[in-house]
């Protein structure tokens, strides 16, 4: 038996494994703010975030669920064997990426170290709606390749709900100001995640 052709599946596995877990752990962490328990709230961002509780519902709510069934898309199994369920699950997950880009949207200009931070949620914002919006329109006119890589690029944002939050875990702990890794972490989050994104579309793309 060739080991590339067995490492490959087990390097997928492992890397889905990875952004599931992750991707549930801090889905979990940001699910209390939907209690809109206000001491569940950044501290510098507590009475904003008050002021602008529908705002917050929609990005949070969205952010959450479409973090939680964002992996469960890619499964191939999944799509062969259940593809009922998957085309309901990619029903749910789409307004939710949706809802969340609106949400970051609504909230930019009250956010939290103006004019940078903002600037990069705006932008990340901006490309989950495009990518969100693009994998829905081809999938209605039947266009499954591009689908999975417009689905792909759509997750990869959303996905910069774990990135941002581990970049400020990294960047705090080795003494970095914590407006500093906010604010660069506004913009490497979903950056570093497209650069990912791209390599996984060039994979699918070789292998038709």
């Known amino acids: 038996m060739n080991p590339t052709s067995t490492g ?12 599931t877990v992750s991707a549930t752990a801090i889905a979990l962490l940001a ?3 939907l209690t809109l328990d206000p001491d569940t709230f950044l501290e510098d961002q507590r009475a904003t975030y008050q002021a602008h509780l529908p705002a917050l519902v929609l990005h949070i709510g969205g952010a959450v669920t ?10 191939p199994r999944l799509r062969t064997r259940l593809p009922a369920l998957h085309r309901w699950t990619g029903r749910v997950y789409l ?13 930019v200009p ?3 170290y103006p004019p940078l931070a903002p600037a990069g949620f705006a932008v990340l914002a901006v490309l989950t709606l495009v990518s969100t919006v693009t994998a829905f329109a081809v999938i209605r006119r039947g ?6 890589i ?5 997750y990869a944002l959303i996905f910069t709900g774990v990135t941002f939050r581990l970049w400020l875990i990294v960047l705090t702990g080795a003494g970095v100001s914590f407006q500093l890794a906010y604010v660069t972490g506004a ?9 990912v994104a791209e390599r996984l579309v060039a994979r699918l793309r070789r292998e038709g």
């Open 8 to 19: 490959v599946p087990r390097r997928r596995r492992a890397g889905w494994l990875a952004v």
């Open 31 to 33: 699910a209390p703010y």
């Open 66 to 75: 479409a973090l939680l069934l964002g992996p469960w898309q890619f499964l």
């Open 95 to 107: 307004p939710a990426a949706a809802a969340t880009g609106v949400g970051g949207l609504l909230l």
């Open 110 to 112: 009250v956010g939290l």
């Open 143 to 148: 266009e499954v390749a591009r689908h999975r």
């Open 150 to 154: 417009w689905m792909v690029r759509s």
């Open 187 to 195: 913009w490497s989050g979903w950056v570093l995640n497209l650069l």
